[in-house]
């Protein structure tokens, strides 16, 4: 499978625990980012990477919200002290961005639920 | 985002009819992209759209970017339940330093058998 996989599927998490996703973006692309949906919206955007290196943070990513990519591979995703608003879609997306354009190829998402 | 528009926000169809999602950018656009999502899943690539007055078709939807890449549209012709679903465009204004997709709001459609 060439895909984008993410995981886990599914997470629920009590109020104020710590939670890490991970997602495997296809080999050859360069660019891997990380959104959120919400029920209703549209995917909003977190953060990217080319390679190793962190591109840009929304501002919806707050302080306890952080991401790796190490090695230019897989990516984390990790949420510290989780809050109720924080229950959502995270999406991860990869792809192979030279002079701009280029489609995203996603993953199925990880749904966190916060109690 | 304001910035992109997506209308209707939902749609109900009967079976076999034709239908139209309309995608309004406040900026001209490097890239238009329609995705469209089943719910609870990830995002399936449909078209992506970046000459001013280009037409795409992929089975029976066809969308299209208007001369002036500020406004696209999205038509299914005779629905099927398989059409059901989310449907999202994507902006791609191609700032060398914000390089990213930011998506409409989606449209949600429902196909009545």
């Known amino acids: 499978d060439t895909g984008v996989s993410q995981d886990p599927r599914h997470k629920i998490t009590k109020r104020g625990q710590n939670v890490t996703f991970r997602c495997d973006p296809i080999s050859e692309h360069n660019r891997l980012y990380w959104y959120r949906q919400t029920l209703g919206q549209g995917p909003e955007f977190l953060t990217y990477f080319q390679n190793e290196a962190q591109l840009e943070k929304s501002r919806l990513l707050s302080d306890r919200f952080s991401a790796e990519r190490p090695k230019g591979s897989f990516s984390t995703l990790e949420i510290q002290r989780t809050e109720q608003g924080d229950s959502a879609m995270y999406l991860c997306a990869s792809s192979l961005r030279v002079l701009g354009g280029g489609s995203y190829t996603f993953g199925s998402g990880t749904r966190l639920t916060v109690v | 985002s304001q910035e992109l528009e997506q209308s209707p926000q939902s749609l109900i169809v009967q079976e076999g009819k034709n239908l139209t999602i309309n995608c309004t950018s406040s900026k001209t656009l490097y890239g238009l992209y329609w995705y469209k999502q089943k719910y609870g899943e990830g995002l399936i690539f449909l078209m992506m759209l970046q000459k001013g007055g280009e037409e795409k078709s992929h089975e029976k939807i066809t969308a299209k970017l208007d001369e002036k890449k500020q406004q696209s549209s999205l038509h299914i012709t005779a629905s099927q339940p398989s059409h059901a679903g989310i449907y999202l465009c994507?902006?791609?204004?191609?700032?060398?330093?914000?390089?990213?997709?930011?998506f409409g709001k989606g449209t949600r459609l429902h196909i009545l058998p």
């Open positions: 994507g902006a791609d204004w191609f700032r060398e330093r914000d390089d990213k997709i930011i």
